[in-house]
């Protein structure tokens, strides 16, 4: 396990021993329960999570608490109830951005499709530049548009493209890349296509090379694409997909070259894009939206209107109960 893994484990073990300490000392607190549940989840431990979250639900429904409950349910595959929480985060604030993010991953489990689109459309509108938000919208339209009616698949497409096409340092990673590849293809541009799929690995060799080899037939080349076909046959669930491309390469017709779109479309372009729609959402990305495992806790930058305070006692128990303070749990006074 590396160096940085083992030390976030120890600083959660240590965090969730204080905070049991807290919970009991005051088992009223809705704010050291939901911050002890939020641990668990970070921990990776959803069941141990739903007691303590449960505890800081038993008065008033705050969002927070409400999303972290949501996400343990989620990860314990009880969607119905999975939705409900995040919905009743909704209800309470529609600008928590993180609420539908949530929801929309509980949606997709639940083979509602369209309306996880309408969620993270919803979460990418109150916060633009949350990267992940982008990601899982565009490779959802294009999931969906590879299944859409001819008069719907370009709108999605485009909205896909807009999405990825962006300057931003997220640009140069490989599941980044790979989504926006395949729109490229989808929509015909198989030139830039292969400029984004070169040198990828993820999600697999074989995966690239497919893309690849529908680039190189929309583009007529007929040895390229036979090559990467090849290469994409060794995985055994590409193996249809990479035969058709090899049954067109047969055919004495397969010089004559309808247009991109069309070509990309009848071939499936979005076979295996659910890879990245169903990328599970895990507490740091909810929220503190950083890949870095040591954040407990929501960033500065991720919620300006809730300024976090400093005890001056370092990172331990006691400082990260100071900053759920600034997310205003009603009180053990305060509940009926």
């Not at 021993?17 to 431990?45: C, I, K, M, T």
Request: charged fraction near 25%.
């Amino acid at each position: 396990m590396p160096e940085d893994s083992s030390e976030t484990n120890k600083t959660l073990e240590e965090s969730i021993h204080h905070l049991e300490q807290a919970v009991r000392l005051a088992p009223g607190n809705a704010r050291y329960s939901a911050l002890l549940g939020e641990a668990w989840l970070l921990r990776g431990d959803a069941e141990a999570a739903l007691a303590p979250l449960q505890n800081s639900l038993q008065g008033d429904v705050h969002p927070r608490a409400a999303c972290l409950m949501a996400l343990a349910l989620l990860r314990l595959e009880q969607y119905e109830d999975a939705e409900r929480f995040a919905s009743a985060a909704i209800a309470e604030t529609g600008a928590f951005h993180r609420a539908f993010f949530i929801r929309a991953a509980v949606r997709q489990c639940l083979g509602r499709d369209e309306d996880a689109i309408q969620d993270l459309r919803d979460a990418h509108q109150l916060s633009p530049g949350a990267t992940n938000y982008r990601l899982r919208l565009a490779s959802l339209l294009l999931a969906r548009a590879d299944t859409s009616s001819p008069e719907d698949a370009p709108g999605r497409l485009l909205e896909a493209h807009r999405l990825l096409a962006i300057e931003h340092p997220v640009r140069s990673e490989e599941t980044w890349r790979y989504a926006l590849g395949s729109t490229l293809l989808a929509l015909g541009e198989a030139e830039a296509a292969l400029a984004e799929l070169t040198d990828l690995t993820w999600p697999s060799p074989a995966d690239v090379a497919l893309g690849s080899a529908r680039a190189y037939l929309i583009l007529g080349q007929v040895e390229e694409a036979a090559a990467c076909a090849g290469q994409a046959r060794v995985q055994p669930e590409l193996t249809e997909a990479a035969d058709r491309i090899l049954d067109r390469l047969r055919d004495d017709s397969a010089a004559e070259r309808v247009d991109g779109e069309t070509q990309a479309r009848g071939l499936g372009i979005a076979s295996r894009t659910e890879m990245l729609t169903r990328l599970e959402p895990v507490a740091t990305e909810m929220f503190s939206m950083s890949d870095e495992a040591g954040a407990l806790l929501s960033s500065e930058q991720e919620s300006p209107a809730l300024p976090l305070t400093d005890t001056g006692q370092g990172s331990g128990a006691s400082s990260q109960i100071a900053r759920t303070e600034a997310f205003e749990f009603p009180g053990p006074e305060e509940r009926p």
